[in-house]
């Protein structure tokens, strides 16, 4: 039988190891969780050198994420580094080919690095898996730019690389947006479908 003194030295002594049992539990869970995040975060804000670390660590640590994989060739090509984008976001592509953000980096990948043929080839992809009318309208403009019978310029390429990425990034911003809103106004509000 167990008295109230020793049950209370358990108590307090399980008190004390508690927030460190759960501290451990939670590092261990998450590290590479937690690394991940940092590199979404670094890549969000623009500092791709800080999140391009941050996803090599996390492939060093779990080397079958697609998304470490695409978050890595996606700061490559924030970097300008466009021979390594396509390398990374080609075996995020063989893994995982209904990856649209990965199509959608990879077909800018090779459009800024000229290759106009490969870069349709994964912009219809990416425009396929998407469901934004304002994307895929946008993606299909591109396209016909891309067909023209002269060749682009570099300036030319950049500036429908960045349209399309911004373009993402508004629709991306809005679903957030949708989504942060939607427990406040129901799922079903008019708000949330309308907007």
């Not at 060093?60 to 695409?70: F, I, N, W, Y």
């Not at 300008?80 to 984008?85: C, K, P, V």
């Not at 106009?116 to 898996?129: P, Q, V």
Request: proline share 3%.
């Amino acid at each position: 039988m167990v008295n109230g003194r020793n049950e209370n030295r358990l108590t307090l002594s399980m008190r004390r190891w508690y927030p460190l049992l759960l501290t451990a539990l939670a590092v261990a869970i998450s590290g590479c969780a937690t690394t991940m995040g940092l590199g979404e975060t670094a890549l969000r804000d623009g500092r791709y050198t800080e999140a391009a670390s941050q996803f090599e660590t996390a492939l060093k640590e779990r080397p079958e994420r697609t998304d470490a994989l695409v978050g890595l060739g996606t700061a490559r090509y924030g970097q300008g580094l466009y021979d390594e984008a396509v390398a990374r976001l080609s075996q995020a592509v063989s893994r995982d080919p209904k990856r649209a953000d990965a199509q959608l980096y990879l077909g800018l990948s090779y459009l800024e690095r000229g290759d106009a043929g490969s870069s349709a080839e994964h912009l219809r992809a990416f425009r396929d898996l998407t469901h934004s009318v304002r994307l895929i309208r946008q993606v299909d403009d591109a396209l016909q730019l891309m067909h023209t019978d002269r060749r682009l310029s570099p300036t030319s390429r950049h500036f429908i690389a960045t349209s399309l990425e911004s373009a993402m990034k508004s629709e991306q911003a809005l679903q957030d947006a949708r989504w942060a809103a939607a427990p406040y106004y129901g799922y079903y509000g008019q708000f949330f479908w309308t907007w």
